[in-house]
């Protein structure tokens, strides 16, 4: 006999330009997260394509292959009870409602609305000047579109609040899903001082 369905895990999809502070707010929720007990997975779009994604570029096919990948990936792990924050730019309405429509009901859309020129300010890694210079070709907020999402579960501005009062709002969205599901009590999600 097996054994009984783990409770449904959640699908966080941090989507925003570069240096948004997406990995940074997936970063600060798993440690939150883990210190609650709740187990959580985080898939980095720039580990994802380091690895996994490797033999991808970034046309539009490749793009959309992309997220079709993370988005299986999320699924899988979300159906053994984790949450699962994904940490992509996701720069279409296209390839994020293909990623909804493979996670399905637990998929929640976080838009990091950060203004492009706070992320070309931060550019942690360099990009956007190679992008002004011309050197980095189809780069997403430069020669290459993002679309805003159009009714995101949840927009966070990590130019106006800082990441600990960001991931507080994120452990507020995830607290009503899990909450609801497991039966587990508010407080194991309530904020925390430190």
């Not at 990936?73 to 279409?92: C, E, M």
Request: aromatic residues 4%; glycine residues 8%.
């Amino acid at each position: 006999m097996y054994p009984d369905s783990p409770p449904p895990g959640l699908v966080i999809w941090l989507t925003g330009l570069s240096g948004a502070g997406k990995s940074t707010i997936a970063g600060a929720l798993n440690h939150e997260l883990g210190k609650a007990g709740i187990g959580c997975f985080v898939l980095d779009g720039d580990d994802i394509r380091s690895g996994l994604n490797s033999d991808l570029g970034f046309s539009a096919p490749d793009r959309m292959e992309n997220v079709r990948r993370i988005a299986h990936v999320a699924r899988l792990l979300s159906s053994r009870g984790q949450v699962v924050v994904v940490a992509a730019i996701t720069p279409s309405q296209v390839t994020r409602a293909l990623a909804k429509g493979i996670v399905g009901q637990m998929f929640r859309e976080v838009f990091v609305d950060t203004p492009i020129a706070v992320c070309e300010a931060r550019d942690p890694k360099g990009l956007y000047r190679k992008a002004r210079s011309g050197a980095l070709k189809a780069f997403t907020g430069v020669s290459d579109i993002y679309e805003r999402p159009t009714s995101p579960d949840l927009v966070l501005c990590t130019h106006a609040s800082s990441i600990a009062e960001e991931t507080q709002k994120l452990l507020a969205l995830i607290s009503v899903q899990i909450n609801s599901d497991t039966s587990a009590s508010a407080s194991t999600l309530s904020p925390t001082s430190d």
